[in-house]
């Protein structure tokens, strides 16, 4: 596949990857308002600028299993999740881009910056214990 093709291919997600996340946020926001509470705690605890309500206590996968039921927070996750996605695509297609180019050290300094991304996204979390608690939204949510 030649560079320019390549290019395209990484423009093309860059841009979806934006307008489903759009998309997903939006669609969360507008059931928010149209239902007044969301994962089972109410509009008000979730609105207060001081709200113990935010990510660190929803795990993803149980927000997740809520996109079914239309859950406004489970669209607005889902939609953070695909922001946070795309520039990590962005990245492993640039290895793959490389590799075709046979571009050895952009290869080697890509999945650098590719493990780097994982450690962060996945490793560090549970290191600095900065993972979900289900049962502290179970306790300031007793409905969800």
Partial sequence: MPRQ??????????????????ALILIGV???????????????LIMNPTSPVNTTVIPPMYALSRLPNLDPLSFIILGL????????LRVALGIASFAMERDWLY??????????LMLAIFVL???????ANPQLLKLLCPSS
Avoid: Q, W
Avoid at 5 to 22: E, K, N, Q
Avoid at 125 to 131: A, E, R, T
């Fill in 107 to 116: 290869v080697f300094i890509t999945v650098v910056v590719f493990i780097n």
């Fill in 125 to 131: 979390p549970s290191i600095m214990h900065l993972h």
């Fill in 81 to 88: 999740m695909v922001l946070i996605a795309t520039p990590v």
């Fill in 30 to 44: 507008i059931l928010f308002h149209v239902k007044g509470e969301a994962l089972g705690c109410s509009e008000t």
């Fill in 5 to 22: 093709d390549m290019d395209y291919v990484i423009g093309l997600a860059l841009r979806y990857g934006v307008i489903i996340s759009i």
